[in-house]
């Protein structure tokens, strides 16, 4: 399989996700420049953490207006995987490709921490090799990670099993106090109906190797690759 990363201006975790996906698990991996339009035929893209165009305007709006956005939207249309991570979320969002939106931590803070959360849905290629309700550490850093979705929105990601990471406590436990950010039913992550599609606030690529502490979201990386390498 072949994976690419998007890089827009302001990107500062591009390098990070190359790195997890190139050199731990020796995926053929390249950088997308997001004034281009070719996809170099990768299998999956993912869309980094970081202040793309320094988010102004609204965060994830202007690089949504990047040429390449119209090749990663028609590429997820026609069934290929696409994870956004944490302003990639954001920006998947802004595009379409997932529903409702990521305003201001409740707090009006940047927050900068590890968190708990819990798997909700591990049907997903995403997400296949964890336990459903295992629980596991990931950290995050933003401030525009309060998730909020309309009623009728949030009703239908229920019963469609598409939150897939909710925060939680040490034990599970879904509590106002282990939501870091304000996200309406402590969502930390979605998929899109299809399930090709997967935005999560928490940084998997800062955990997924001993060198940086631990390997918790290991499994995340792990599950896409084990599926598109059986698909390729």
């Known amino acids: ?37 070719n996809l170099n035929n ?30 990663v939207v028609d590429f997820a249309g026609k069934g290929g995987y696409v994870l956004g991570i944490c302003n990639g979320f954001q920006i998947l ?8 939106f990521l305003m201001m931590n409740s707090s009006l803070n940047f927050i900068c921490k590890d968190v708990y959360v819990k798997i909700m849905n591990n ?10 309700k295992e629980v596991t550490n990931i950290p995050i850093a933003h401030k525009d990670g309060n998730y909020y979705a309309g009623t009728s929105i949030y009703k ?5 099993n598409q939150i897939i990471f909710q925060y939680c406590d040490v034990n599970g436990i879904i509590t106002e106090d282990s939501n870091p950010n304000g996200s309406i039913g402590n969502i930390a992550g979605i998929v899109n109906i299809k399930g090709n599609v997967l935005g999560m606030m ?13 390997r918790e979201a290991y499994p995340l990386f792990q599950s896409i690759i084990d599926f598109l390498d059986g698909e390729v």
């Open 1 to 37: 399989m072949k994976a690419g990363v998007v890089v827009f201006p302001g990107s500062n975790c591009d390098h990070d996700c190359f790195y997890v996906l190139n050199k731990i698990f020796n995926i053929d991996t390249v950088f997308l420049w997001h004034k281009d339009r």
């Open 42 to 71: 990768v299998d999956l893209i993912v869309l980094p953490g970081g202040f793309s165009f320094g988010d102004y305007l609204r965060c994830g709006a202007i690089a949504n207006l990047s040429p390449i956005m119209n090749s």
């Open 93 to 100: 969002t802004e595009s379409g490709l997932l529903p409702g």
């Open 123 to 132: 049907s997903l290629p995403f997400t296949k090799n964890y336990q459903k």
């Open 156 to 160: 239908s990601l229920k019963n469609n």
């Open 202 to 214: 928490p940084h998997p690529e800062r955990l997924a190797d001993n060198v940086l502490g631990g």
